[in-house]
């Protein structure tokens, strides 16, 4: 069984962290309903979904993805790169315990999950404006005794790794070329988005299905010609937030 852990919509989502998109109005209730309609989404995947109260203090508070990483034998809590997030992480802490034995890491380490892709045993991180040296450094360190590798992909016009590259399959990633250099992704099948969707490539990969937004119908078209199954959601006031399908769940198996 998995379990997906979630957090309801701020209602402080308009003052959100913005890097590469342009502010425009944000509908609540219709963020909340695309939000419940996302949960549902994770339900059909085949995931238990547990969903944390919002948290008014926290804009991006949704985002749970960017708070901690997951692996089958212990979760690592991020140091989130954007100052305004970095309290979002204790709730997380305290839902995560739970599940998994916890570590951390510690100033001046910067991380987010978005920035992290797990593929197997390696974890390859984006070096964005979000995760610094010493947040791959200490990731690496905590995590080599695992045997969890963990390797770095420089990225360029988006805000995090898992916005230009993630796994739609086993050995397939879904990629944006623009913002990432392809040749660090030797080995792997490579799907491309549309050139006309630049925002395609977060797709979240959950057993066999894939969520996948709704509003990007070229890219879709591929994955569904690759034989992937797909989950279709609308979240475009998530998006206006700069958020994507991959960043509002922590998705892991359970252990009970
Ligand atoms: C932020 O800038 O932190 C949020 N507005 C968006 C975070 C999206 N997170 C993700 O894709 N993992």
């Known amino acids: 069984m998995k379990i997906a852990i979630t957090r309801a919509v701020s209602p402080a989502l308009a003052s959100c962290e913005l ?12 963020a909340h309903a695309q939000h419940a309609a996302y949960n549902e989404a994770l339900r059909r995947a085949g995931c238990e979904v547990m969903q944390l109260p919002a948290e008014p203090a926290y804009p991006d508070s949704v985002f749970v993805e960017d708070t901690a ?11 989130p790169g954007a100052a305004t997030r970095r309290g979002e992480t204790d709730s997380i802490a305290r839902a995560l315990r739970a599940h998994r034995p916890l570590l951390a890491l510690e100033a001046p380490a910067t991380l987010d999950g978005g920035d992290v892709m797990r593929v197997g045993r390696t974890l390859y991180v984006g070096e964005s404006a979000r995760s610094n040296r010493e947040g791959v450094a200490q990731l690496r360190a905590l995590l080599a005794p695992y045997g969890h590798a963990v390797e770095t992909i420089p990225i360029a016009g988006c805000l995090h790794l ?3 590259v993630t796994p739609v399959d086993d050995g397939v990633l879904l990629v944006q070329p623009e913002w990432l250099d392809v040749a660090q992704l030797d080995g792997f099948t490579l799907i491309e988005v549309d050139p006309s969707e630049p925002h395609a490539a977060n797709a979240l990969r959950i ?7 709704d509003c990007f119908p070229r890219t879709l078209a591929k994955l569904v010609a690759a034989g992937i199954e797909v989950i279709t959601v ?9 958020g994507a399908v991959t960043c509002c769940s922590l998705v892991f198996e359970s252990r009970g």
């Open 19 to 30: 890097s590469f998109v342009h502010r425009e109005p944000i509908d609540l209730a219709k």
């Open 69 to 79: 990483i997951v692996l089958d034998e212990v979760a690592v809590i991020t140091r």
């Open 234 to 242: 609308d979240v475009s006031e998530l998006q206006k937030a700069e």
């Open 162 to 164: 898992k916005s230009a």
């Open 207 to 213: 057993g066999d299905a894939v969520v996948y937004p």
